[in-house]
């Protein structure tokens, strides 16, 4: 099993009615109390923040840049504690993106100017809503506003990009950290798991408040994983904002884009915002074989004012199977002595509901195996290396292989070995003979390796040897034993 605790919407400032130090110590007497339960949920092996980071600061208030620096602090503080203490400091396995709160408001709203009645457009709907617009709506003011310097527009995430930045500075992703490409990746569960983490902000700001990811970016992204050459057992995505909400709200994503992200393989996807935890199935096409189990955090620290009627502050575990095709989401929720436990109602009246997603197939519909696909990947590099003069790059690679059970790996390793007369690790490969061609490598590699009592007893095993390699071999082995003799 592998699990993954999923928390969303910090809201991370000094203001904040919880501090981090009871954060932290409230999420690690709930690992004691989960790792306990039926069904066993085993320590986090990974993290997952899906987004709002800090609260923000309003428009106009007092130093509000220094404001947008002590709130990342805060947040950096309750990540690194959050980080040492579940993963061991290994900030490679934690996921961050940004959401709608992580946006500077006042850097957006001073690179707009308010539009004179008279210079509105004909149509305003159009305007407002057309990709890219540069119009805003101000339903406060009831007044039109317009982007007029898009360079000092693009700096409203500057805040959040500087502490990504030096949050990662020196791990060790897939790819660098990049704060225009609209995702990062991160490999999971011994690279058997990636993490594609988009950013859904797009267009947010002190008036926009819908979601959107870069148009392009999920198609890079699928692109990006094609050229890593490697095959996963489970894609996941993390984006922030929700897919589905009241006809009157616009602060939603278009479930479009995660359609897309089916189409390119994601099974999973992570998100948050709604501050409530909630699980469904998208569909593709309503196509049964091709679909997505979404599961939503609630809010792990938003102020009582953001919180839904009747929601508690709230964070998820997610389990996943061995096979990699389902799992479990167990929702710990917030109650007296602000210490978490099971949530026990709507969907979670255990404390949590299963999930399952489609295994990939190949373009005939079959069932593909990610650890053969990597596998044959891998001994095609090795053979290749091989053949161009660099047995050692070949060895190297094929120590991911399975060279353990008869094949063409545990053959190449076997040649890969003799050209540069690696006699030890040839003796350690072979060390159980499966055919009479290994058993007579074996007994040499041991020779080689000065080890003659084990090539006497290796010889004395060997069945099916004709008599003149045996007489052969028993020579070798006496000289070496004169040799040191003397």
């Known amino acids: 099993m592998f699990s993954i605790l999923h928390v969303s919407d910090l809201h991370r400032s ?67 504690m959050l980080c040492d203490r579940f993963l061991g400091g290994d900030k490679s396995r934690m996921v961050l993106i940004p959401g709608n709160h992580d946006v500077c408001w006042n ?33 406060k003011e009831q007044a039109l506003y317009r982007i007029r310097d898009a360079a000092s527009y693009a700096r409203r995430m500057d805040f959040y990009w500087d502490f990504i930045g030096d949050f990662y500075a020196g791990v060790d992703l897939l790819l660098p950290i990049d704060r225009s490409r609209g995702f990062q990746l991160f490999e999971l569960c011994n690279r058997r798991i990636v993490v594609a983490a988009f950013d859904s902000i797009v267009g947010n700001d002190c008036f926009g408040y819908s979601g959107a990811i870069p148009r392009g970016a999920v198609g890079q992204c699928a692109m990006a994983l094609r050229d890593a050459n490697h095959s996963y057992d489970l894609r996941m995505a993390v984006w922030h904002h929700s897919i589905q909400g009241p006809p009157a709200r616009t602060d939603y994503m278009d479930v479009s884009q995660v359609q897309e992200m089916i189409g390119h ?19 593709v096409h309503l196509d049964e074989s091709r679909s997505m189990s979404v599961v939503s955090a609630g809010s792990l620290c938003a102020g009582a004012r953001e919180l839904p009627r009747g929601v508690n ?31 026990r109602n709507g969907a979670f009246l255990n404390g949590y509901v299963e999930i399952s997603w489609q295994p990939k197939t190949d373009v005939m519909g079959r069932e593909r195996d990610a650890q053969s696909d990597n596998s044959r990947r891998t001994v095609m590099a090795a053979e290749a290396a091989f053949k161009q003069g660099n047995p050692e790059q070949a060895v190297d690679l094929l120590r991911s292989v399975d060279t ?51 090539a006497q007893d290796k010889l004395g095993q060997a069945t099916g040897v004709d008599v003149g390699t045996r007489q052969a071999l028993q020579s070798r082995i006496d000289t070496k034993r004169l040799m040191r003799q003397q």
């Open 404 to 454: 353990s059970a008869p094949g063409y790996a545990r053959k190449l390793m076997t040649d890969a070995l003799l050209a540069f007369s690696d006699w030890r690790q040839l003796a350690s490969l072979l060390q159980s003979p499966q055919t009479v061609e290994e058993s007579v490598l074996l007994v040499s590699a041991l020779v080689e390796s000065g080890d003659l009592e084990g």
């Open 265 to 283: 393989g994601f099974q999973l996807g992570l998100h948050g915002h709604q501050h409530i935890a909630a699980t469904q199935t998208q569909l």
């Open 313 to 343: 502050r709230q964070y998820n575990i997610i389990v996943i199977e061995d096979d990699f095709l389902r799992g479990r989401v167990h929702v710990r929720e917030m109650g007296e002595g602000e210490q978490f436990s099971r949530k």
């Open 14 to 80: 000094r203001e904040e009615p919880v501090d981090n130090g009871s954060l932290i110590a409230a999420l690690l007497a709930d690992s004691d109390r989960y790792q306990g339960e039926t069904p066993r949920v085993p320590p986090p092996d990974a993290i997952v923040v899906s987004g709002d980071l800090i609260q923000g600061a309003r428009i106009g208030v007092a130093d509000w840049q220094q404001s947008m620096r002590d709130q990342y602090e805060v947040a950096k503080g309750f990540l690194s």
């Open 107 to 139: 850097t957006s709203f001073g690179s707009m100017e308010k539009v004179s009645a008279t210079d509105y457009p004909g149509d305003l709907h159009w305007a407002l809503t057309e990709p890219d617009s540069v119009f805003r709506w101000s339903w």
